[in-house]
């Protein structure tokens, strides 16, 4: 059962951690011919046996476009590696800043309820602050707390000038309303980027946000980083959340890309995927973007964290991505993996908003 789960991309079986959304029933793949056996698919795991997509070092020197061969296995966009020298270069500046002016940046976190994974994110939000220098400052709430409690501990971050950037973790319990509580954060510190002010900022022509959101800005680093063209050539999102898909769309065409949002209403998707010199998947649903999704040579952006059941794994499952990495690594011109690939950017982008913020409010440069 284990190797079958690992084998095939079309049969991860997704966890009843999240939402399972299936995808719309697609003409059935068969199994990568070199995974399709449970024994061959072990061997495939062995780096010395069999060719591993190449992980980079460093930025590349060539850019990772379509133009690449695509016989070759995709590079490994490796956002674990951009997003350690991402959080190096913040804390030289943050030191940089201290030492000159004597002001260190501030990020309030505030917290309503007791879920898990919400106090696993601000404690690992917590531990990158300090790790680079920026103070953090955070408000644990009941989960019975108002909206009014809330919006007063906003209002008071808003007006302190020791706090640069402020983020309310999300998901807020049932009975309150994100949108008056994201509203109630000021344009000039919501360095999620979630306030519509600066949504409808990055939507204009000529107009910037304050802040770009992390998740889509990490996306848009890693392409930077690793050399992608994006001017002229055409992209597609699948997906089209607030806090991913939409702005990374906003963001492509932004950048001079021909874009076009794939989302569970698409017919052909597929066939509009193929298209595409870069994809960026944020879609939620295990593997649902297959081989024969890529243009070869393409840049793929896989931002999708999906629990898989896996009994071989001491936690009983695995996390994968959107993308069926197996298939789709063979095509690709550069892949990012799951884990390893966006998810370390998105704490690595807060970061950086929260020293962009303090930049612009002390003007230093
Ligand atoms: P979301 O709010 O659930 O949005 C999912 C989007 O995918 C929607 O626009 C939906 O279309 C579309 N979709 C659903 N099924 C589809 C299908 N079969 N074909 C095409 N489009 C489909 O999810 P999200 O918050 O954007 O997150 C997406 C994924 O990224 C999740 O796995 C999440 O865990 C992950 N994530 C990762 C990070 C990170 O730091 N790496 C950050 C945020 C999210 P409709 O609009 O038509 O419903």
Redesign the pocket.
């Known amino acids: 059962m284990a190797s079958s789960i690992l084998s095939d991309c079309s049969s991860a079986r997704l966890l009843p951690l999240?939402?399972a959304?299936?995808?719309?029933r697609a003409p059935r793949l068969r199994p990568c011919p070199a995974l399709a056996h449970p024994r061959r698919l072990l061997v495939a795991a062995r780096p010395q046996l069999l060719p591993r997509p190449r992980r980079m070092d460093s930025p590349p020197a060539a850019t990772a476009s379509s133009a690449d061969s695509a016989d070759a296995p995709a590079k490994v966009i490796d956002g674990k590696l951009v997003a350690k020298q991402v959080r190096e270069e913040i804390a030289v500046e943050v030191t940089r800043m201290k030492d000159a002016i004597g002001i260190v940046p501030g990020l309030a976190v505030i917290l309503v309820g007791s879920r898990k994974d919400s106090q696993t994110y601000v404690r690992n939000k917590k531990k990158a602050c300090e790790a680079v220098g920026i103070k953090s400052y955070e408000v644990n709430l009941p989960e019975d707390s108002s909206e009014e409690e809330v919006i007063k501990h906003i209002a008071s971050f808003n007006s302190d000038p020791s706090v640069h950037g402020i983020l309310v973790q999300l998901p807020l319990p049932r009975h309150m309303n994100d949108e008056n509580i994201l509203n109630a954060v000021s344009i000039e510190k919501d360095v999620d980027g979630f306030h519509p002010l600066n949504i409808g900022r990055l939507a204009m022509q000529g107009r910037d946000p304050f802040f770009v959101p992390?998740?889509p800005k990490?996306c848009m680093e890693l392409l930077h980083r690793f050399g992608v063209e994006i001017k002229g050539k055409r992209a597609v999102v699948?997906?089209?959340?607030?806090?991913?898909?939409?702005p990374a769309a906003l963001l492509l065409q932004k950048a001079n890309a021909t874009v076009s949002i794939?989302?569970?209403?698409?017919k052909n998707?597929e066939e509009i995927t193929r298209q595409a010199d870069i994809v960026i998947?944020?879609?939620?649903?295990a593997n649902?973007v297959r081989g024969n999704w890529i243009k070869p040579g393409a840049a793929i952006i896989d931002?999708?964290?999906?629990p898989v059941d896996d009994p071989e794994s001491p936690r009983g499952y695995r996390l994968v991505?959107?993308v069926c990495y197996e298939e789709a690594s063979k095509v690709a011109g550069a892949i990012t993996p799951?884990p390893g690939?966006?998810?370390?950017?998105?704490?690595a982008m807060l970061l950086s908003n929260t020293l962009e913020s303090a930049k612009r409010t002390h003007k230093f440069k």
């Open positions: 999240r939402r959304l299936l995808p719309p992390c998740t990490g699948i997906g089209r959340s607030n806090i991913v898909g939409m794939v989302h569970s209403q698409t998707p998947a944020a879609v939620g649903v649902l931002v999708g964290i999906n991505g959107d799951v690939g966006v998810g370390p950017m998105t704490i």
